[in-house]
């Protein structure tokens, strides 16, 4: 049973439960945990609406075993707690033992809340703190418990609060911690330089944390390398970590990071500084790395040849918006390096790349890839895709097109047919070419159910806001697949879903 089921049969029961249309076969014979079940598939919005329906349903709806995982955060949940002794109760009585992960806004951040979460939920292990829009931190010096149980933390951080008073009452509880996000403000920043706080001291923390086996510090812009130098010096389990978008990192530490985190498999540094010098430093034929991100980089050829005929086993590449990797990177690492063991490319927007040496690398290495991103290039264009899809069996991942306008057409029924014949495992598709260059006739449909019947896993399919995009959109949702069509503006799909710690870095 999916979510939009679930939906579906709580509105037609909640109305049955309130006429005598339905008597006999009214929900109200079915046993309180066939209920408390359908109830799990459905959002903590839609089970307090439930609760409204009879006093069975608000029984069954304030069940702690549906309260396992709370976002408190409205605008994620819809959830508002118009007090904090009301979130007391809350946490007393309705979330209890059976409470796993909650989030909590500034607002309810505070010392009652967090010594009462402590001692009524035992078994929390997953936190997330959003202190982004804090304007003055609540007073926590009276502050003497935090849930010692946690091993995943996330930390949206403030601009301009600093957070030591609060972090150095926790210290003693988080050293348990496996998994830590802290997330900066990179996408709320403006253009004009201001001036830049630490708002949290990393040197600090890492010695409060030394288990963690996932660090993700995203679009913080005080993070620079002295820093991740600080976690890898004390975090010898360190098995991911992810600076994106932190553009004070320049690589200068990467050399000691490598040699001290033999662990290490996943390495992300989307949109920082790197240089070419420090990431050539770097003894990565030495190193157990094997998931890379280093798109939106500076980096050389020379570089790129080097950091990719040099790592021993790499399955996850995402290199995308470098002018630095063309042809001959690819022909380099075909003859040099090592990517047998490839399943994840991703080269977006890499104009300096030719369609015959994609063609050349896909023919090549291409049944083993399960994510393929070869987007934001206007000579990449459906006659590629159409022939490299065969070849592509065991994709779970593709994303193509670009948002410029073409000189030519994309024959997207063609393209379609291509991908349901060939490409059954598929899971995520976009499309991100412009509408109006997007050719389909009148037998589309034919295509789309065709897609939509022999690539039966597929849960996300984004296409730009169009008459395509309007037309299967409403074939899926005759199949009652109403969540699988999207549009580029809400949704993008990525190749990090191929990620051996992907679970860990979902955040916010």
């Known amino acids: 049973m999916d979510r939009e089921l679930a939906t579906t049969l709580m509105h037609r029961a909640s109305l049955a439960c309130t006429s005598n249309i339905f008597n006999q076969t009214s929900i109200e014979k ?13 959002s903590h919005l839609e089970i307090c609406r439930m609760a409204t329906v ?36 809350l946490i007393s009585v309705r ?14 951040i505070t010392h009652t809340v967090l010594h009462e979460l402590s001692s009524k939920c035992p078994n929390l292990t997953h936190m997330l703190l959003d202190f982004s829009t804090a304007m003055q931190l609540h007073d926590f010096s009276e502050m003497q418990a935090f849930p010692a149980k946690l091993r995943y933390m996330c930390i949206c951080l403030s601009e301009v609060i600093f957070m030591e008073g609060f972090m ?21 920043c403006e253009e004009e330089e201001e001036e830049i706080y630490e708002v949290i001291n990393v040197h600090k923390l890492k010695s409060a944390t030394p288990n963690l086996r996932v660090i993700n510090l995203y679009g913080i812009n005080f993070i620079d390398d002295s820093h991740i130098d600080a976690f890898s010096s004390n975090c010898i389990q360190l098995e991911c970590l992810a600076v994106n978008y932190c553009n004070k990192v320049t690589g200068s530490t990467l050399k000691a990071l490598l040699a001290r985190s033999k662990q290490l498999k996943c390495l992300l540094m989307n949109g920082t500084s790197l240089k070419s010098e420090y990431v050539m430093q770097a003894e990565w034929d030495k190193c157990s790395v094997q998931e890379l991100d280093i798109s939106g980089t500076d980096l050389s050829t020379e570089c790129l040849i080097d950091l990719l005929t040099r790592i021993p086993t790499l399955r ?18 075909m003859e040099g390096g090592n990517p047998k063991s490839l399943i994840a490319l991703d080269l977006d927007s890499s104009d300096n790349i030719s369609d015959e040496a994609l063609a050349r690398f896909i023919t090549r290495y291409g049944a083993q890839l399960q994510a393929c991103v070869l987007s934001g290039m206007t000579h990449i264009t459906d006659q590629l895709w159409m022939s490299i899809m065969p070849i592509l069996t065991n994709i ?20 379609m047919d291509t991908i349901g014949s060939h490409c059954t495992k598929l899971e995520r598709l976009e499309l991100r070419w412009d509408p109006e260059n997007l050719r389909f ?44 069509v999207r549009t580029t503006t809400s949704c993008r799909v990525s190749a990090y879903h191929v990620l051996s710690n992907y679970n860990d870095l979902v955040f916010n």
């Open 316 to 333: 996850f590449l995402s290199a995308g918006q470098i002018n630095g990797f063309n042809d001959s990177v690819l022909k380099a690492w």
């Open 30 to 42: 079915l046993p309180d945990k066939v209920i408390l079940h359908i109830f799990s598939y459905l």
């Open 441 to 484: 006739s009148d037998k589309s449909q034919k295509a789309i159910d065709l897609l939509r019947v022999k690539c039966l896993k597929l849960r996300c399919l984004v296409l730009s806001d169009g008459r395509y995009y309007e037309t299967v959109k409403a074939n899926f949702e005759r199949a009652d697949r109403t969540t699988v």
């Open 95 to 108: 979330f209890g033992p059976s409470l796993r992960y909650i989030e909590l806004p500034i607002e309810l």
């Open 54 to 89: 009879c006093r069975r349903w608000r029984t069954i709806a304030y069940n702690t075993q549906l309260w396992k995982n709370v976002s408190l955060r409205p605008e994620v949940s819809g959830l508002h707690v118009g007090s904090l002794e009301s979130l007391l109760q």
């Open 396 to 415: 779970r991942i593709i994303v193509m097109g670009t948002t410029e306008r073409l000189g030519g057409n994309i024959h997207v029924d063609q393209l």
């Open 168 to 188: 150095r009452k926790i210290y003693n509880f988080i050293n348990g911690l496996e998994v830590l996000h802290l997330i900066g403000t990179y996408e709320k």
